[in-house]
């Protein structure tokens, strides 16, 4: 899945940061850290006023390595790519597939970045970014990871489109626990994007995302649906799957019972309950006539007509 998403879903999906931003935060982070180094800095020059020159060495060197070094790797950790001077500028690093970073990630950028930021003034990583089509320094390619921009217009996002209607609800019962978000990623990808792709090109990508999806919920796509619009379908499970879920969790509170069906009486002239709540919530069973022929017969479920042939599915037809 890293061949694909690196070689398509990213070049496709995310907008590389270039080096006016990137320069514009990395002096906003320098100006933090060097600040916070000059203020930790001279309180401990006064805390250690009494020891010998050694022991005050030893700990400028450690003051130096822990504020310099380990404070951007620990905030772009714990951010997830995020610096100060990144979230001011609308920037984020991620991996090349997309995803978030992890410790290693932001350890090697950090490692790197001693040697071509703080020690070269910035040099290399400038001329680095330059030469690099999607504006990486050389601790972003030992690293796997890429600084993206996320403020993007909204007039420019694409929205995945919608499955044929013919295959909406069709994977209700689809496990999808065992996808994950890295292969999500590549197929939402895949589907803003793959009108720009040449038919084949995106016919042969489409199959190799269903085969992945496939192999990951163990349930092929139906025969004869083409692989886009089974990709398209699955995806619009999960998300009116999302959907349901943000509704029961933005609407807390006790369950109540649904209100029974009410049947009316001719002779007393009111509607009284098909069934009634005991005092410890059971519902008794209505002990009242039942319905008529005709009532059993508008209560009937209509038989199902006959299935219809299925339709093409429109924007997600095979290459002729």
Known sequence: MSGVVTGDAVVLGLRPARLPSRALALAIDLA??????????????????????????AVSIATSVLVLVGAPIAVETLSHGRSL???????RVVRDDGGPI??????????????????????????ASLVSARGRRIGDVFAGTLVVRERVPAARAAAVPPPPPWLVGRFAELDLSGVPDDLWLAIRQYLTRMHQLDAEVSWSLAGRLAGDLAARTGAPAPEGVPAAAYLAAVVNERQARDARRAVAAASPG?????????????AAGHAKPVGHADPV???AP????GPTAGQRQDLE????PDAAPVPPATGFAPPA
């Open 85 to 91: 001077g990144k979230l001011a500028c609308g920037l």
């Open 301 to 304: 479920p209509a038989s199902p």
């Open 286 to 289: 209505y002990s009242g006539p």
């Open 32 to 57: 933090v850290v060097w600040t916070a180094y000059l203020l930790i800095s001279l309180g401990l020059a006064i805390a250690t006023a009494s020891l010998d020159e050694a022991a005050v060495m």
């Open 254 to 266: 006790p369950a109540y019972a649904v209100p029974h069906a009410r049947s009316v009486d001719p």
């Open 281 to 283: 919530g059971r519902t």
């Open 102 to 127: 992890r410790l290693r990630h932001a350890l090697v950028r950090g490692a790197m970045g001693v040697v071509e930021i703080l020690l070269t003034f910035g040099v290399i990583a400038c001329i």
